[in-house]
């Protein structure tokens, strides 16, 4: 399983884009990149996978350079409510691999 | 959107006692997990299940732990005799049987409390 580091925490104002970067130098040729979002006394809530480039949901989008030793999570004007743990995972997740969850960026949104 | 759904949300028992956890996954979804988050710390895997049979499992996932799909509907994790560490978040998890990557869907979880 490819080790991914990202920021421990990170402030943003409530209207502001965030991003949020993912290293995973050791990504595999099979590995997909999934973030996952976190509210207290809550289960991870899956926001977005991609594989490659750019991938665009309702939520976020995430972006892959061509080497894919990276990833970033962009989330557009942020509110309050994105106050969250947000967590890069990297790896295989057909069938029944287990998600490997690191520690997370904290981020808080300010009004 | 379908979810999953968690019984009971709060579980408090006494040290030494059973406890089962439920959950109903997504109903389409083939395969169904198990994962706990000691409070402050990582979220862990504990056990996987597909096709009524456990596809694998932690070190965590020891003796004391048992999981089963009673029914079309329900999976549950079983912990025979609790001990005060396994107070805990538990998570359940589901996911499709496609090819490719299908990502796990969580459920809000069982805050297990062990006295």
């Known amino acids: 399983l490819a080790k991914t580091t990202q920021p421990i925490s990170m402030d943003s104002y409530e209207g502001q884009e965030v991003n949020i970067t993912c290293s995973h130098n050791?990504?595999?040729?099979?590995?997909?990149i999934t973030w996952y979002q976190q509210f207290p006394s809550q289960g991870p809530r899956f926001i977005i996978q991609?594989?490659?480039t750019k991938v665009t949901n309702e939520v976020a989008s995430l972006f892959i350079p061509a080497d894919r030793k990276s990833s970033t999570l962009s989330l557009p004007r942020v509110s309050l409510s994105d106050t969250a743990v947000y967590y890069c995972?990297?790896?295989?997740?057909?069938?029944?691999?287990?998600?490997?969850f690191g520690k997370g960026t904290r981020l808080s949104v300010i009004a | 959107e379908p979810e999953v759904t968690q019984t009971p949300s709060h579980q408090v028992t006494q040290m030494g006692q059973e406890v089962i956890l439920r959950c109903v996954p997504i109903?389409?979804?083939?395969?169904f997990y198990w994962y706990r988050q000691i409070l402050g710390q990582k979220v862990e895997f504990l056990v996987s299940?597909?096709?009524?049979?456990?596809?694998?499992k932690s070190e965590i996932f020891d003796d004391q732990f048992s999981v089963e799909r009673p029914d079309g509907s329900n999976f549950t994790l079983k912990i025979r005799s609790t001990k005060l560490e396994d107070s805990a978040m538990y998570f359940c998890?589901?996911?499709?049987?496609?090819?490719?990557?299908?990502?796990?869907?969580f459920g809000d979880g069982t805050r297990l409390s062990i006295l």
């Open positions: 998890a589901s996911s499709e049987a496609l090819r490719g990557s299908q990502p796990q869907h």
């Open positions: 050791n990504i595999a040729t099979n590995d997909y």
């Open positions: 991609g594989y490659k």
């Open positions: 299940f597909y096709n009524n049979e456990i596809s694998e």
């Open positions: 995972l990297v790896g295989s997740t057909g069938g029944n691999t287990p998600l490997v």
């Open positions: 109903s389409n979804h083939l395969y």
